[in-house]
């Protein structure tokens, strides 16, 4: 609400409500003044003042109260002029045609025996129009629908039929109990403000569906074949439940796709009413159905009109079986796929029509599918819109055809593929196709719309893995409009910092071949978990170097890449902590440890070779990717070692591509040995757990040392926080997982939330089992048995180590989680029981990460 001073004039104006209510009757007159309170109110209706019932000739026109507006112009709609002859019946025309002009909120004609006098009221001119009470719907999209603006003369019917829009937009939101009261502020020299006031209301839900004449199905399954739902109380997130007419529609056309494909081909919803409920908040929606006879698939045929396309070829293609249930949902498959191959041999209009046969006797369908005759096409024009960044050549260089190719569907759906996978342009891009110039011609049109690319970030947060973490980076992923990555990230946690910078040019000199480097300096500081999940920092480890990669495409789906990399490593431990007389001590830090420390240069060639047919890079839904890499080490100079790993990932939908489900099949695995005498350093090593391996702590599995304390008598002590594990890491491993993503609807999807469940197998192992230390507890303590091998005593609490986890066999855990891109930033929690572990594991139920970004 605007104050007070704003809204209203001084003395005389106020705050007037229209009746505008749905099917009430106006009145001539549009704004009724009011007075001050010693005069006489204006009364409700203000209906014109009737015409005397006379006649005669018109001898003057007088016109009164004209402020903005000519007389003239007053006389203009009258069609009366000095000399005409008038009765009744015309001052009345003439009194209509004034208020048809909608120039005035008055009208009077006053006849003194042919002396006629118009007096007239003009409408207000608008000043301001303001919009109060819209939340849950933005006030710009409600000024949308206003075709009041200032300066334009007010009138009843212009703000009326503003009403209705503004209550359509509500409307459409499920808000039916919305009400909108329109008010004007009478300002000076006849000018007012219009306001509408609304009172939005909550969201009309959908009560109850009730179904009549189903007798096949229950009213719960179809129900589900829907796109509404019924409203209950755990559907917060959801907004299906709310009432649409527009989505009644639409569920009478999923109750019959849904009967079509249980093969009650003479299915018919015979009627769809809504109800308001009784409080008239919600509504009850009921449907009458006629489920008709259930058909079976009759005779399968084709016919073609086609020369190239032959008809007992092309009969492999087809899914039914005669004696199988009519499926509506096969029929559109199969002519979707009847029009892809037909589409491969270059007919890219091809006319594949069902000819449906009903035989009611045998409740059999029998279908022709008629392939018309139509010219083999070719590709006469590419068209590209929308790019105003991202330059032409980019985008034509994904399109796996060119201008005067013969036409292909499957390359026109490899090109969407590739420009999805750019990550530019809009999730769901399509590549029209348009007739040419003639008819064998066709013109491919690509309509984009980008998206940024460039990125800003600066987050903070904590996680289970990094504690506290604080990041920040920038990206341009298409440098120049030329699909240039540009980008340069640091980070810093409780445990690591970082800082990177890349650049990669995807197309160098023109040709398919993508050059880029890269130069990091990573510092982390790695730690054991104590037994009361406490940490202990270890070694600390200080990377820096670079690397210089080539890639290149060998087919459609295969590519290569090689590279170059250089590293200088440093390894040290807290010498105030972990050595003795300025050496490592092995009784404090482990003889693991004192081995890896020193500085160490790698000097490394590699390739990869990697197959790739998914969707959508970012949120793949189809397709599989798969990375097959080596690296050597010991290149001119500096550590030996080979390290070869493999990646696989498969992704299909569930139920239908637009069902929302999505399966992901993954595993990896790796292997790394040293050559020339040197032994696989710690660092290089593989790792497992937390992050890779859900429902196990950070590297809780594999090859561990765990130092515990021993009483007295040599005995292991019962309290296990004084333990100490350490992860050593192994030289091959394996990862798998099965994970099934969970739509959540259009809500769910607003809010950025992906769930999914998830099962996850893995183990790391082969590593030589390391030299164990044992310290007796003090001479004051027993002796203990020669066998347990132990060093003489110099103080302290004496402590064994134990090796454990160096198995191939199996981890499993299965569980839920979800990922949730916040205002505050992203989020990830997962939940995950370990079915099978082994001795020396640390199992892990929760795992969480959140950031915050500002």
């Given at each position: 609400?605007?104050?007070?001073?704003?809204?209203?004039?001084?003395?005389?104006?106020?705050?007037?409500?229209?009746?505008?209510?749905?099917?009430?009757?106006?009145?001539?007159?549009?704004?009724?003044?009011?007075?001050?309170?010693?005069?006489?109110?204006?009364?409700?209706?203000?209906?014109?003042?009737?015409?005397p019932?006379t006649s005669g000739?018109?001898?003057?026109?007088?016109?009164?109260?004209?402020?903005?507006?000519?007389?003239?112009t007053?006389?203009?709609?009258?069609?009366l002029?000095?000399?005409?002859?008038?009765?009744?019946?015309?001052?009345?025309?003439?009194?209509?045609?004034?208020?048809?002009?909608?120039?005035?909120?008055?009208?009077?004609?006053?006849?003194?025996?042919?002396?006629?006098?118009?007096?007239?009221?003009?409408?207000?001119?608008?000043?301001?129009?303001?919009?109060?009470?819209?939340?849950?719907?933005?006030?710009?999209?409600?000024?949308?629908?206003?075709?009041?603006?200032?300066?334009?003369?007010?009138?009843?019917?212009?703000?009326?039929?503003?009403?209705?829009?503004?209550?359509?937009?509500?409307?459409?939101?499920?808000?039916f109990?919305?009400a909108?009261?329109?008010?004007?502020?009478?300002?000076?020299?006849?000018?007012?403000?219009?306001?509408?006031?609304?009172?939005?209301?909550?969201k009309?839900?959908v009560?109850?569906?009730?179904?009549?004449?189903?007798?096949?199905?229950?009213?719960?399954?179809?129900?589900?074949s829907?796109?509404?739902?019924?409203?209950r109380?755990?559907r917060?997130?959801?907004?299906?439940?709310t009432?649409?007419?527009?989505?009644?529609?639409?569920?009478?056309?999923?109750?019959?796709?849904?009967?079509?494909?249980?093969?009650?081909?003479?299915?018919?919803?015979?009627s769809?009413?809504a109800?308001?409920?009784?409080?008239?908040?919600?509504?009850i929606?009921?449907?009458?159905?006629?489920?008709?006879?259930?058909?079976?698939?009759?005779?399968?045929?084709?016919?073609?009109?086609?020369?190239?396309?032959?008809?007992?070829?092309?009969?492999?293609?087809?899914?039914?079986?005669?004696?199988?249930?009519?499926?509506?949902?096969?029929?559109?498959?199969?002519?979707?796929?009847?029009?892809?191959t037909?589409g491969?041999?270059?007919?890219?209009?091809?006319?594949?029509?069902?000819?449906?046969?009903?035989?009611?006797?045998?409740?059999?369908?029998?279908?022709?599918f008629?392939?018309?005759?139509?010219?083999?096409?070719?590709?006469?024009?590419?068209?590209?819109?929308?790019n105003?960044?991202?330059?032409?050549?980019?985008?034509?260089?994904?399109?796996?055809?060119?201008?005067?190719?013969?036409?292909n569907?499957?390359?026109?759906?490899?090109?969407?593929?590739?420009l999805?996978?750019?990550g530019?342009?809009?999730?769901?891009?399509?590549?029209?196709?348009?007739?040419?110039?003639t008819?064998d011609?066709?013109?491919?049109?690509?309509?984009?719309q980008?998206?940024?690319?460039?990125?800003l970030?600066?987050?903070?947060?904590?996680?289970?893995?990094?504690?506290?973490?604080?990041?920040?980076?920038?990206?341009?992923r298409?440098?120049?409009?030329?699909?240039?990555?540009?980008r340069l990230?640091?980070?810093?946690?409780?445990?690591?910092?970082?800082?990177?910078?890349?650049?990669?040019?995807?197309?160098?000199?023109?040709?398919?071949l993508?050059?880029?480097?890269?130069?990091?300096?990573?510092d982390?500081?790695?730690?054991?978990?104590l037994?009361?999940?406490?940490?202990?920092t270890?070694?600390?480890?200080?990377?820096?170097?670079?690397?210089?990669?080539?890639?290149?495409?060998?087919?459609?789906?295969?590519?290569?890449s090689?590279?170059?990399?250089?590293?200088?490593?440093?390894?040290?431990?807290?010498?105030?902590?972990?050595?003795?007389?300025?050496?490592?001590?092995?009784?404090?830090?482990?003889?693991?440890?004192?081995?890896?420390?020193?500085?160490?240069?790698?000097?490394?060639?590699?390739?990869?070779?990697?197959?790739?047919?998914?969707?959508?890079?970012v949120?793949?839904?189809?397709?599989?990717?798969?990375?097959?890499?080596?690296?050597?080490?010991?290149?001119?100079?500096?550590?030996?070692?080979?390290?070869?790993?493999?990646?696989?990932?498969?992704?299909?939908?569930?139920?239908?591509d637009?069902?929302?489900?999505?399966?992901?099949?993954?595993?990896?695995?790796?292997?790394?040995?040293?050559?020339?005498?040197?032994?696989?350093?710690?660092?290089?090593?593989?790792?497992?757990?937390?992050?890779?391996l859900?429902g196990?702590g950070?590297?809780?599995?594999?090859?561990?040392?765990?130092?515990?304390t021993?009483?007295?008598?040599?005995?292991?002590?019962?309290?296990?926080t004084?333990?100490?594990?350490?992860?050593?890491?192994?030289?091959?491993?394996?990862?798998?997982?099965?994970?099934?993503?969970?739509?959540?609807?259009?809500?769910?999807?607003?809010?950025?939330?992906?769930?999914?469940?998830?099962?996850?197998?893995?183990?790391v192992?082969?590593v030589?089992?390391?030299?164990?230390?044992?310290?007796?507890?003090?001479?004051?303590?027993?002796?203990?048995?020669?066998?347990l091998?132990?060093?003489?005593?110099?103080?302290?609490?004496?402590?064994?180590?134990?090796?454990?986890?160096?198995?191939?066999?199996?981890?499993?855990?299965?569980?839920?989680?979800?990922?949730?891109?916040?205002?505050?930033?992203?989020?990830?929690?997962?939940?995950?029981?370990?079915?099978?572990?082994?001795?020396?594991?640390?199992?892990?139920?929760?795992?969480?990460?959140v950031?915050?970004?500002?």
């Open positions: 609400m605007l104050p007070a001073s704003r809204r209203t004039a001084p003395s005389r104006a106020a705050r007037l409500t229209l009746a505008l209510l749905a099917g009430t009757s106006l009145s001539h007159a549009a704004v009724a003044q009011v007075a001050p309170a010693t005069d006489v109110a204006a009364p409700a209706d203000n209906f014109p003042t009737p015409v019932n000739t018109v001898r003057a026109i007088i016109v009164k109260g004209t402020e903005r507006l000519e007389p003239e007053v006389r203009s709609y009258i069609n002029d000095v000399g005409d002859a008038y009765d009744r019946d015309r001052l009345d025309k003439a009194l209509k045609e004034i208020y048809a002009s909608e120039l005035f909120a008055d009208a009077t004609i006053l006849d003194d025996n042919g002396t006629l006098t118009i007096t007239v009221k003009e409408n207000p001119v608008i000043n301001r129009v303001l919009i109060e009470g819209a939340k849950r719907v933005k006030e710009e999209k409600v000024r949308e629908e206003v075709r009041l603006a200032p300066r334009q003369i007010f009138t009843r019917s212009k703000a009326r039929a503003d009403v209705g829009r503004i209550l359509e937009v509500y409307r459409r939101g499920g808000r109990a919305a909108v009261e329109p008010k004007i502020v009478q300002l000076d020299q006849n000018r007012v403000d219009v306001v509408f006031e609304i009172s939005e209301g909550s009309s839900k009560r109850q569906i009730n179904i009549l004449g189903n007798t096949k199905f229950k009213d719960g399954v179809l129900r589900n829907m796109a509404t739902r019924q409203a109380p755990w917060i997130f959801a907004s299906n439940d009432y649409d007419p527009d989505r009644l529609a639409y569920d009478q056309q999923k109750l019959r796709q849904f009967y079509l494909t249980q093969g009650y081909a003479d299915f018919r919803v015979v769809a009413v109800e308001l409920t009784p409080d008239r908040k919600d509504f929606v009921t449907y009458v159905v006629d489920e008709g006879e259930r058909y079976k698939f009759g005779d399968l045929k084709i016919e073609s009109d086609i020369r190239d396309i032959k008809a007992e070829t092309f009969e492999k293609l087809l899914t039914e079986k005669k004696g199988d249930w009519y499926n509506a949902q096969k029929i559109e498959n199969t002519v979707d796929t009847l029009q892809e037909a491969l041999l270059g007919y890219a209009f091809a006319d594949i029509r069902p000819q449906f046969n009903r035989d009611k006797d045998k409740r059999e369908m029998n279908i022709v008629q392939i018309a005759e139509a010219p083999r096409v070719y590709v006469e024009k590419i068209n590209i819109n929308g105003v960044r991202t330059k032409d050549d980019v985008i034509r260089r994904e399109f796996r055809l060119a201008e005067g190719d013969a036409f569907t499957f390359k026109v759906k490899r090109t969407r593929d590739r999805q996978g750019l530019f342009f809009q999730d769901k891009l399509e590549i029209e196709q348009k007739p040419g110039s008819p011609k066709v013109v491919l049109e690509a309509n984009v980008e998206k940024s690319t460039g990125e970030q600066i987050s903070a947060g904590f996680s289970s893995l990094e504690r506290f973490i604080l990041s920040g980076s920038i990206t341009q298409n440098f120049r409009g030329k699909a240039q990555e540009l990230s640091a980070n810093i946690s409780s445990y690591s910092k970082s800082i990177e910078a890349g650049f990669t040019e995807p197309y160098l000199f023109g040709r398919n993508a050059l880029g480097f890269d130069l990091f300096r990573r982390y500081n790695a730690f054991n978990t037994a009361d999940n406490s940490r202990n270890t070694y600390s480890q200080t990377t820096t170097g670079g690397q210089l990669r080539l890639g290149f495409a060998i087919t459609e789906f295969w590519a290569a090689l590279r170059y990399g250089l590293t200088f490593d440093k390894v040290t431990l807290d010498q105030a902590t972990y050595y003795t007389n300025g050496v490592c001590d092995p009784l404090l830090a482990g003889r693991y440890l004192c081995d890896s420390l020193g500085s160490y240069t790698t000097s490394s060639v590699g390739y990869s070779l990697i197959y790739n047919s998914v969707n959508n890079p949120k793949p839904s189809r397709g599989q990717r798969f990375v097959f890499s080596q690296d050597l080490a010991g290149v001119g100079f500096g550590v030996n070692y080979l390290r070869t790993r493999l990646n696989y990932d498969w992704y299909h939908p569930l139920f239908g637009s069902s929302g489900f999505v399966l992901n099949v993954g595993g990896e695995g790796g292997y790394i040995f040293g050559y020339g005498g040197q032994a696989v350093r710690l660092t290089d090593r593989f790792f497992l757990g937390e992050g890779q859900r196990f950070i590297r809780g599995v594999g090859p561990r040392v765990v130092r515990k021993l009483n007295a008598d040599g005995s292991v002590s019962a309290d296990t004084t333990f100490t594990d350490d992860s050593i890491g192994g030289e091959a491993y394996y990862r798998g997982r099965i994970e099934i993503q969970i739509p959540l609807g259009a809500a769910g999807a607003e809010l950025g939330l992906r769930p999914s469940i998830f099962t996850d197998v893995g183990a192992f082969k030589a089992q390391p030299t164990l230390i044992c310290q007796q507890p003090p001479a004051t303590a027993k002796q203990l048995p020669a066998s091998n132990c060093s003489a005593n110099t103080g302290g609490t004496g402590f064994q180590e134990f090796f454990y986890g160096n198995s191939a066999k199996p981890r499993l855990a299965v569980g839920a989680g979800v990922s949730w891109n916040s205002p505050f930033g992203p989020f990830r929690f997962d939940l995950a029981k370990a079915l099978l572990k082994q001795e020396g594991d640390q199992p892990k139920l929760f795992q969480f990460n950031g915050t970004q500002f």
